[in-house]
Each structure stands twice: as C-alpha cells, then as structure tokens.
C-alpha cells in the first residue's frame, strides 16, 4: 500500500493497519526503512502472523504430515520465529504474535508456541477470525492497542537514508539475514 494510502487511512481513522508484506527482512524493512522514512510514518506496533503448521515446516516436518501433531518439528521451527522477532526488535518493536489456528494445531503445539513467545518477553494472541468472525480477534486486538500504547516513539531506522548504498546493504545483510 502506498504512502499516499496510508497517509489518507490516518487522516480517517485513529489507527490504520498495514500489511506490509511477506517476511521481517522483506516486507516489513523495506516498510519500515523507505516507506516509513518517505512519508515520514511512525508505526506503534508490529504484529507478526505465525502458524503453527508454518513453524513445523520450517522445523523440518513434511508437507504431508502437518496436520500431525509434531512438538520435535515445532520447536525446530521456533529459530524461523525467532529472528523475525530479532528483525522487529531492531526497529524498536516488541512485535505481538498472532497466532493464526488451524483445526489441526493441538492444545500441546497451541500451549507449546504460547510459552515459548511468552519466553521470549513478546505478547501472543490466538487469532480465530476465521472460525469465530470478529470475535475471534478481540483478544489480538487488545494486546496490538496495548503496543500501541507503550510505544509511543520507539519506533527506529535500521539505516539513515544518507548512508551510501554500500553501507545500507551491508546494514540490511547483517542484521536482518
């Protein structure tokens, strides 16, 4: 969504969320590094989307076997979350987890996931949208205005638009990767 997009959600409403796109070190640097420096935009909080069947994909489960309960693959995939935390955390936001569930993810995966956010000092929700309609996303909403309120000027650049191109890749390849 574009700046000018952004700028007239503000001018309507007293919160405006953003989808920023795909991944930490994809989307949401390149939204918080150029667009949000642009167009002079300060965020207040971040909301990272996980699933648990995504987590057990990147903790080596196969496709064909995530609606198994497996606690070995969910822990595995606990370093994937983990440095999109790390990346949030560069840019001077304790990111809330939105745990987005499916009917396959188990009371042990859900409460495993939940502790090990809790572990990691960042707020999770269980999003339920899909099967609850609005309801289902109170909880989230919640602990996002709760960011928002304890981060009235945390936000922080990863680079400071002068830098030399050099300098904001190497910048980029470090932190972010």
């Known amino acids: 969504n574009s700046i000018i997009a952004t700028k007239t959600g503000l001018s309507l409403s007293d919160y405006v969320v953003t989808e920023a796109g795909f991944a930490s070190e994809l989307g949401a640097e390149k939204f918080f590094d150029i667009k949000a420096q642009v167009g002079n935009l300060r965020t207040n909080a971040v909301v990272i989307v996980a699933t648990v069947r995504a987590l057990k994909y990147h903790g080596g489960a196969k496709l064909s076997s995530l609606n198994n309960e497996d606690l070995e693959a969910l822990i595995k995939g606990f370093d994937n979350l983990d440095k999109h935390i790390e990346n949030m955390r560069y840019f001077g936001f304790r990111p809330v987890i939105a745990i987005n569930r499916f009917d396959s993810d188990t009371p042990a995966e859900l409460d495993l996931l939940s502790k090990h956010c809790e ?10 949208v899909w099967a609850d309609g609005g309801e289902g996303g109170v909880d989230l909403a919640y602990k996002v205005l709760n960011e928002i309120s304890d981060c009235t000027n945390c936000y922080k650049p990863l680079y400071n638009l002068e830098w030399s191109f050099e300098k904001k890749i190497e910048t980029i390849c470090t932190k972010m990767y």
């Open 119 to 128: 572990s990691r000092n960042v707020k999770v929700a269980l999003n339920e």
